[in-house]
Structure formats: C-alpha cells, structure tokens
C-alpha cells in the first residue's frame, strides 16, 4: 500500500486540562456536563465514506463513563488506543503509579472491546524523553507501540526520534511514532495538530505534509473531541492556557474535512511498514 498520512484522535473530555487547579483534580469530573461524545460523533461521520481510517486513543475515565463510545468506534473499523486512565502527566507519575494507570486503562478498554489494546499516547506529549523507563513499562504491560515523543521542546526533545522508529527498552522493543513537525514563527514544532498548527496558514501545514510524505515518512495527524464540540462550555483559563486550548478552534472541523478529501489517512499501527531502528538509549538501557 502507497504511504499515507495518519490520522490520531485524543479522546478526553474538554476538562482534562493536566495541572490546572480548576479542572486537574478527579474528584470534580463527575459533576462536570460530559461532551466527548459530540467530538467523536462528528469526527465518526466526517470519516464515515471517505475511505480513512484513524485511531482514537482513549482515556479510561472516559471509557468507564461511555462503553458504548467505544464501541462506536470500533464498530466504525477504527482502531482504538489507550491514553491512560486518569489523564496524568507520565513525568509526573513514579514508576509504579504509571503502571498502575496504563493497566487500568487498558483493562477497562479490553473489557469492553473484547480484544487487544497494544497502542499508547501519553496524555500532554509528557512521555518526553526517549531515555525514559516508562517506555519499558509500556512493553512489559503488553504495548508495541508508543505515540507520545515529540522531537522538538518544550514538549519533547530535540533527540527524539522524527519519524517512526523501533526503540529497544530493557523490556524489549516498541515502536515510536511522533506526530508530524515543522516550523512555526521560526522554531520547531507540533504541526500535526495542536495550537501551533491550527494559528498556522493552511498552507503552510499542507506543504509539511506534502514534505514528510516526500521524504518517506507518514505524517502524523491529531486532534481532540473538543476541537469540534460547537457548544464547548466556557472555561476558566487565561493567558497561555486560553491560547493552547481555544486559539484557532473553530477552524479544526474544516481543515478535517478538505484533508480527508484530499487524502486517504490511516491508522497509527500502519506506521510499522516503514519504521526504522533506532540505537538504544544508554539511561533506557540502564534503568
């Protein structure tokens, strides 16, 4: 099959919003008015057609709270991830308590899909670093693929693999899949989705996927459910923190649409076919 650009889809709700004092804590979820389906309907019809596939990840609070999503989109032939379990910062997690969320996570998943969940995406990006155990813990708790390494800070590291790439852990491989990035107003970037791309020109994100592509490599694309919710509740953000979660919104559901006519995009385990090997990290190797 001819490369193809890929298509991921975050799904949590418009209040997992990590380290926020108004939104971060569990405990004031349950009285909160649950949108996430709304995103996902729209982005299920918007692919219903076209001949994509993409793969949601998603977040075993939300999953707990909507089998029946879940089931939607399987059901639709897309493949589903895990985005851990209470939408907390890997880096910000011991070991253990990584652990703990990832296989919660996945076993609620499993439970209602009646099949395996072997894909990851960290909720933030918050993987960071290639060197970081948590990739280990990732393949002794059954995944083969992480998506959650940016090669650009502050989200990631200038180091982390740019293209998909097969990373050995002490616990065995895991391939790695980071999301498509470029320039934007001059330094390195996400532009596979996020704010840096949708305050980007159209044109300039479809000249870097046309580039990755070009290249070889599969861009990978993303987004959220909230991205395309029309009644997004109003929320208690300033500054940076209103930028990165509402600047550019409204453009997300269009831009969707012209690239789904444009291309036919896949799924993240797609990404395999053209992997490279990457040399172990020594601080992986030694942990």
Excluded at 185 to 214: D, M, P, Y
Aim: glycine share 10%.
């Amino acid at each position: 099959m001819s490369l193809a650009p890929i298509l991921t889809v975050d799904v949590e709700e418009w209040f997992h919003v990590c380290g926020h004092p108004a939104y971060a804590d569990p405990a004031t979820w349950a009285t909160r008015v649950k949108r996430a389906h709304v995103g996902v309907d729209a982005l299920l019809s918007l692919l219903d057609g076209t001949g994509s596939k993409a793969t949601f990840f998603v977040l075993g609070w939300v999953a707990r709270q909507s089998p029946a999503l879940v089931r939607r989109i399987a059901a639709a032939g897309h493949e589903v991830g895990c985005h851990g379990d209470q939408h907390r910062r890997v880096v910000e997690m011991s070991l253990d308590g990584f652990r703990e969320d990832v296989r919660r996570a996945r076993g609620t998943l499993e439970e209602i899909l009646g099949s395996p969940v072997t894909a990851y995406r960290a909720p933030e990006w918050s993987m960071r670093s290639a060197a970081n155990p948590a990739l280990g813990v990732l393949v002794e708790e059954g995944f083969t693929l992480d998506s959650s390494l940016v090669a650009a800070p502050p989200a990631g590291d200038a180091g982390n693999p740019d293209r998909p790439t097969h990373l050995a852990t002490p616990a065995g491989p895991i391939l790695e899949v980071p999301p498509l990035s470029g320039t934007f107003f001059g330094r390195r970037a996400i532009l596979g989705g996020g704010v840096c791309s949708r305050l980007s020109r159209e044109a300039r994100v479809l000249r870097t996927i046309r580039e990755s592509l070009e290249r070889g490599d599969p861009p990978v694309l993303y987004c959220h459910p909230w991205e395309l919710d029309p009644e997004h509740p109003q929320m208690d953000l300033s500054g940076v923190d209103w930028l990165v979660h509402f600047g550019g919104r409204s453009r997300t559901g269009k831009r969707l649409a012209r690239l789904l006519a444009l291309y036919r995009f896949r799924p993240v385990t797609a990404a395999a076919e053209v992997a490279s090997v990457g040399p172990p990290r020594a601080e992986n190797a030694a942990a």
